[in-house]
């Protein structure tokens, strides 16, 4: 069985050049919920070969969500609102471009705050918060925490994510242009890192080494066939850190990863 859904995923990539970013995502997402998420799994298990795919795959997937963001953002800054106004209202309920829209991702975040605790949290950063930052914007409608950092490596990204806090009151979230391999998070007690991050187990060890050690870090992961444009970070995962949980997969072939570090981990910066 496990050789004709390779036939078959192998067949429909190599069509790849008559088909749309979106129709290629979603076509392969499809056959990834035909087969059921641990087939998939097992079938790249099986079959490394399948990863060569992942460069092409990955530009297709990034030109999808850009011209998500770019569709839905316009809407959302068209609209009218009255303050105070969350993202949850004003986002898009249904997308033609991509796997979810704006109002799927902002619920899709439930299960995440069933895990983290931000009682306490002072700081939360987002790395690659993009322009529809529905994660940071979560955060800020959901809980008191009075800074909410989002970390992007594309300006116009930062600029529509700021655009869109302003539009709706967001004092709390501010977008900054900063790669997270480089940022400092010793100031942070939640980091959430975005399924799309590259090199995603460099900025993970960077957070190992400047972060707090009672962080909670969630790694938004990639499952089955998701693995073949997104990088998963748990597999190489920084030595000092352990996985404490995890949500179910959505139906995009994702699911959030729950990190802390380990008892009497060793760390380079924090307190």
Known sequence: ???????????????????????????????????????????????PELFSHRPMLTRAFIEMVHAQDTAEIRQMLDRDVQEPTSFGQ????????????????YKRLDEVFEHVDFCHC????????????FTMFRIHDQTPVPEIIGLDIVPDAVETA?????????TRCQAAFCNGSDYDYRGAQIVYVASMVSPKASVVSRIAD????????????????????????????????????RTSVSRNMTRDVFVRFRPGAGRAGGS
């Open 210 to 245: 400047t972060a707090p050690l009672d962080l909670q870090l969630v790694l938004w992961e990639p499952y089955s066939l998701a693995r073949l444009w997104s990088e998963r970070a748990e597999e190489t995962l920084d030595p000092r850190l352990a996985v404490v949980g």
């Open 122 to 133: 002072k700081c939360a950063v987002m790395v690659g918060c993009g322009g529809r930052p």
């Open 162 to 170: 700021n655009i869109l806090a302003a539009k709706l009151g967001y």
């Open 1 to 47: 069985m496990q050789d004709s859904w390779k036939d078959e995923l192998e067949g429909f990539v190599a069509s790849a050049h008559q088909r749309t970013p979106t129709e290629l995502i979603n076509g392969i997402r499809d056959i990834g919920v035909a087969m059921g998420h641990e087939a998939g799994e097992a079938l790249l298990d099986s079959h």
């Open 90 to 105: 004003i986002a898009t309920e249904k997308t033609t471009i991509g796997v979810m829209s704006s109002k799927d991702a």
